[in-house]
């Protein structure tokens, strides 16, 4: 089943801050807005424009899109009202400021957040719930 692009990004936030309330879902889905408007960089290519799909498809991006020996994978999501909820509001051009520009996020399943995002493409821009955002550096441009 092809779902559209506000299905797949509600999926999406359940799948990776369904557990981190509000602002963690919502960081989440910054993230994805941030990389679908990219000025440069990999994700810039990626979105083509403004291509959600691409950026919520890009392989080895986002865990929960990954379906070999993951069943916690959006396809296995059941959204309800705030999943959708928080798509529409990214959707419509919102972000959060609890993560700027940030770009990438992960959990370090630890306290403290790494300074640098693998590769070093990203900075420690905050933490949201267990989850550490990384804005670009200078070596993103590069991607």
């Not at 089943?1 to 309330?21: N, P, V």
């Not at 865990?63 to 705030?82: E, F």
């Not at 990438?104 to 949201?128: A, E, R, T, W």
Request: glycine residues 8%; hydrophobic residues 35%.
């Amino acid at each position: 089943m092809a779902y559209s692009e506000r299905e797949l990004l509600a999926r999406l936030i359940q799948c990776e801050a369904g557990g981190e309330g509000t602002e963690g879902m919502k960081a989440v889905a910054s993230v994805v807005m941030n990389r679908v408007r990219a000025e440069n960089g990999e994700f810039a290519r990626v979105s083509n424009g403004g291509d959600v799909r691409a950026i919520i498809l890009q392989p080895y991006q986002f865990t929960c899109t990954q379906t070999r020996n993951n069943t916690q994978n959006i396809y296995n999501m059941n959204p309800t009202n705030v999943h959708y909820e928080i798509a529409d509001w990214a959707l419509a051009g919102n972000t959060t400021a609890s993560v700027g520009n940030s770009l990438f996020f992960f959990n370090p399943f630890s306290s403290n957040c790494p300074n640098y995002f693998p590769s070093q493409v990203g900075i420690i821009y905050n933490k949201v719930g267990k989850h550490c955002f990384y804005a670009p550096t200078a070596a993103y441009e590069n991607t």
